[in-house]
């Protein structure tokens, strides 16, 4: 028996039918079904499926749409669409609160779900404008310095050449080098009869030829076919040519870049890009021909274990990506055998420690948003948890205003029950009244769509600051797709909206809607209390939530890290001084508001170099330890403690081959730990270098752990190395940043402040007035590595708000109708003695009753939600039960305010007014 073939959408197909020129029909079909075919053979059914829906929405136009044909029955059609129009209109008029109601709560929660689609359209459309994005995948490998077992984003510059030689489905194989680390590129402009303009760029890399050929990027000057062929060949982006030469064309002009000997060598410009777009993972400035690095690129004893390069390949069409990943799994055991031989003398089983050296293919368009791997190095990565989230909250928010719309609605049905009757009477069938109502419904869905995208265009570019992104609204109004889209989503919300209380209202008795016997019955009132629990169920678990983010960031902020981040001024690029940076020292230090300062080749929280290390013993583990240079003065500075030993001392030139290690890693290097050795026993012992050179340092001292990341994660261990260290390869001949400790009574105000910022500028421009100033202060630093957090946090405050603000609307709205429907139960109690408080109390424990039961039902919601989040991060609030209380009592609060709005005013009402009809 053959297999089912999969069909197109069946009812994509019938409503392309019913909208489509009968003169275009024929040839769209054959073109769409084509399409859909092809789309299969490379993609599932349901993503072919989705395409058909996408191509059916691209036709409608204005040329490919039916001419509408006035006959009778047209015109019987328009006539009743008139008809329910103004019957809408009168009854919105009539009851004015409830439309205001109504159309408020619509509009607020479809301009959230907007704004909220924008962004998540944003984070999944990154890396989609190239042209082959589909088929280039990112070549990770695993974590051959640490574990073994997870992905590491960079590889050696010899994987592309293995893959090139042994992958034939790679149609194309190009790497990526950052130039850039520590501090930035130095370049600059050399004119005649002119002072050099000096740049530092931190978005400075080399890439391979055949880069654009991978890639696509627009180019506004120069050949992307050539443009990287010949060394020292450079192309930029149009911004930064504007920077370095202005209007002037720079094709064919010289930038000099300053090599790590210190010899600046001269780069031609090839090529001008059009500005980046910003929805893409690969975020640079400058980009150099790789071939410009051929003298470093030929050191065959590295080329395995040089991981600074990202590897990317071009699959080739219709290729198994499994099988692929598979094939890959043969290359590093046949490859890398050469540089563990020469570099540590091992096999690569023994390099390995017996695990797999794995090779991982990454999809492009998965890089930006993922978790991603260890060492992503050129451009923007987002957290795929808080698109999540925020996908989440758009469905509730949207879910929330139709519930409300829908229980307003029903609330209000048995003042239409007499309209009702009379058409019935009149012949109506249920389905025309379940047509009406469903017209009305949907008509409310278009105006409050309309306004929707008035106040999303409003709060954009105000959502955009806050959240950091560039989203736009305006532009993709134009494409006749997103307009589909649209229309589709009035339609179809309208119709959700609507269904129950068109049906509702439609199943009314004649004969007791006409003699006033319909009244909101027990089973509507059930559906209704229903949902208001589930409104304020959402509403509870988002404040909960949120106030627990706000307490993370909190907690995260005032963290103890191990050293004084408060009040040290950090200068840049103070290695471009050269001989003169001693100078620079001196001149600083003569600045009463400094109390001490100290050099250092990376900066707290950003220490993300490190190398593979042992004991100086026989069979000791080799062990992945994070390193950077500094002196002993920068460790007096950063207040770091010492449990052991001593600190540099630039009299002893000795210790310039010395160490200071933290506790982790005299933990992990086996040299015990505080509570099990005696705390000088590191003290004096040798650690070797497991890279090649196995030169012995002496350990000086032992510090109290402190935290040199992210706060996300736990301390690392850390070798802190002597910047006078001559037998280390690459590691700080150049001095990068200065550190100064300020005085706290000295400089007490803002203003101070920026005047001692300004007196710094002012002595670095005395001794070389080209360089760029650039300065940080390390508690800042600390607090940008939650910036992503700290926006999430405040956009969650955001859309919790609006989803509060709905359900509270809904529940204002039913506390109305509930004061309607008992104004003369509530009036006879009142002449019977009554006392105003026990009328509120009596109007008012029906709605408390249904928010303690959302409380009761969000609590264990929220607690579940807010334990997996706080599990990312390595120092974590304590799960507080007062954060629930003061939660809980803050929409306890807000929800009798809201019913009190109406119940005081239900109350004290004149008894006399409401029973004079009786």
Not at 593 to 605: D, R, V
Not at 764 to 778: K, Q, T, W
Not at 817 to 828: N, V
Request: charged share 20%; aromatic share 12%.
């Amino acid at each position: 028996m053959k297999p089912h073939k999969p069909q197109p959408p069946e009812l994509a197909q019938r409503f392309l039918q019913w909208f489509l020129r009968d003169e275009l029909a024929e040839e769209v079909e054959g073109d769409l079904e084509e399409k859909f075919l092809i789309t299969l053979e490379h993609s599932s059914v349901r993503r072919a499926r989705l395409n058909y829906w996408y191509q059916v929405f691209h036709y409608l136009r204005p040329f490919a749409l039916r001419k509408l044909r006035l006959d009778y029955f047209s015109l019987i059609y328009l006539a009743m669409l008139r008809s329910y129009f103004t019957i809408s209109w009168r009854n919105a008029v009539r009851q004015k609160q409830f439309t205001i109601l109504n159309l408020l709560g619509l509009t607020i929660g479809i301009a959230t779900c907007i704004v909220i689609g924008l962004y998540v359209h944003n984070e999944l459309s990154y890396d989609a404008f190239h042209t082959r994005a589909d088929r280039i995948y990112r070549i990770n490998q695993s974590m051959i310095w640490d574990n073994w077992d997870e992905p590491y984003a960079s590889t050696g510059p010899n994987v592309a050449v293995a893959l090139q030689e042994d992958i034939p489905e790679l149609e194309e194989v190009t790497r990526i080098l950052k130039i850039a680390m520590n501090g930035g590129q130095t370049l600059r402009i050399h004119r005649e009869n002119e002072a050099s303009t000096i740049f530092i760029e931190e978005k400075y890399f080399a890439v391979d030829e055949n880069f654009f050929d991978v890639f696509t990027f627009d180019f506004i000057r120069g050949n992307p076919l050539i443009s990287l062929v010949e060394s020292a060949s450079m192309v930029m982006t149009e911004e930064t040519a504007e920077r370095y030469f202005g209007s002037e064309n720079p094709i064919g002009k010289a930038v000099e870049v300053k090599q790590s000997d210190g010899i600046w060598r001269p780069f031609t410009v090839t090529g001008v890009l059009a500005n980046l777009p910003h929805q893409s993972h690969l975020q640079f400035d400058l980009l150099v021909s790789l071939n410009s690095f051929d003298e470093r690129m030929k050191r065959d004893e590295w080329k395995w274990v040089w991981t600074a390069f990202s590897t990317y390949g071009l699959v080739k069409e219709g290729t198994d990506i499994a099988a692929l990943t598979e094939k890959l799994q043969a290359i590093p055991p046949k490859w890398a055998a050469t540089t563990t031989k020469k570099i540590f003398n091992q096999t690569v089983e023994e390099f390995t420690g017996g695990k797999p050296w794995r090779l991982y293919l990454q999809p492009l368009r998965e890089i930006y948003l993922s978790k991603a791997p260890a060492h992503h190095l050129f451009g923007p990565n987002a957290n795929p948890q808080i698109v999540t989230i925020f996908m989440a909250i758009g469905g509730l928010v949207l879910l929330l205003c139709s519930i409300n719309f829908m229980n307003l609605t029903t609330a209000r049905s048995a003042n239409r029950a007499k309209e009702v009757g009379i058409k019935k009477f009149l012949g109506f069938q249920k389905k025309s009244l379940v047509v009406q109502f469903t017209f009305e419904s949907v008509l409310f869905v278009a105006v409050s769509t309309l306004a929707a995208l008035i106040l999303a265009q409003l709060s954009l570019d105000w959502f955009n600051e806050v959240a950091d992104k560039h989203l736009k609204l305006l532009s993709m109004l134009t494409d006749p797709t997103v307009l589909g889209i649209i229309l589709a989503f009035v339609l179809f919300l309208g119709v959700l909206a609507g269904s129950y209380p068109a049906f509702y209202l439609s199943s009314f008795a004649p004969f007791d809607a006409l003699s006033g016997k319909v009244r909101a019955g027990f089973k509507g009132k059930t559906i209704r209390n229903g949902l208001v629990i589930f409104q304020f169920t959402i509403s509870i678990t988002l404040i909960i939530c949120t106030f627990f983010v706000q307490e993370q960031l909190t907690y995260t902020s005032s963290l103890d890290l191990g050293i004084a981040k408060d009040n040290i001024l950090q200068i840049h690029h103070v290695d471009q001084l050269g001989a003169d940076t001693e100078t620079l020292k001196a001149a600083l230090a003569e600045i009463p508001a400094f109390i001490n300062l100290g050099i250092s080749y990376a900066i707290p929280p950003h220490i993300w170099d490190g190398e593979r290390y042992r004991a100086a013993e026989p069979e000791s583990k080799v062990i992945d330890i994070s390193n950077f240079r500094a002196e002993g003065d920068y460790l007096d500075l950063l207040g770091a403690e010492f449990l052991a030993g001593r600190n540099f001392d630039s009299q002893r030139l000795n210790d310039r081959y010395g160490v200071i290690l933290n506790e982790a890693a005299v933990k992990e290097l086996g040299w015990g730990t505080p509570e099990t050795y005696d705390i000088d026993s590191p003290i004096g012992k040798m650690l070797v270098g497991a890279f090649g050179d196995e030169d012995e340092m002496e350990v000086l001292g032992v510090v109290r752990n402190f935290n040199f990341n992210s706060v996300r994660e736990n301390i690392r261990p850390l070798v802190i190395l002597n910047p006078e260290n001559d037998r280390l390869y690459n590691y700080g001949t150049g001095r990068y940043f200065l550190s100064l400790r300020i005085n706290p009574q000295v400089i007490d105000s803002s203003g101070k402040l920026q005047s001692l910022i300004t007196q710094v500028k002012e002595v670095i421009a005395e001794i070389d007035s080209s360089i760029p100033f650039e300065y940080s202060f390390v508690d800042q630093e600390f607090e940008n590595t939650f910036r992503s957090e700290q926006r999430m946090g405040f956009v969650l405050n955001l859309f919790t708000l609006m989803a509060l603000i709905i359900a509270c609307l809904g529940l204002f709205g039913l506390a109305a109708f509930s004061a309607e429907q008992r104004t003369k139960e509530l009036s006879i109690r009142k002449v019977l003695g009554a006392r105003v408080s026990e009328l509120i109390f009596t109007f008012s424990i029906e709605f408390t009753k249904l928010i303690l039961i959302s409380v009761v039902l969000a609590s264990p919601i929220a607690y579940v939600l807010v334990d997996a989040w706080l599990n990312d991060f390595a120092y974590r609030t304590p799960i507080h039960l007062w954060v629930f209380i003061v939660a809980i009592v803050g929409i306890l609060g807000i929800a009798i305010t809201t019913i009190s709005l109406q119940s005081v005013r239900t109350a004290r009402a004149n008894p006399v007014d409401n029973l004079r009809s009786e």
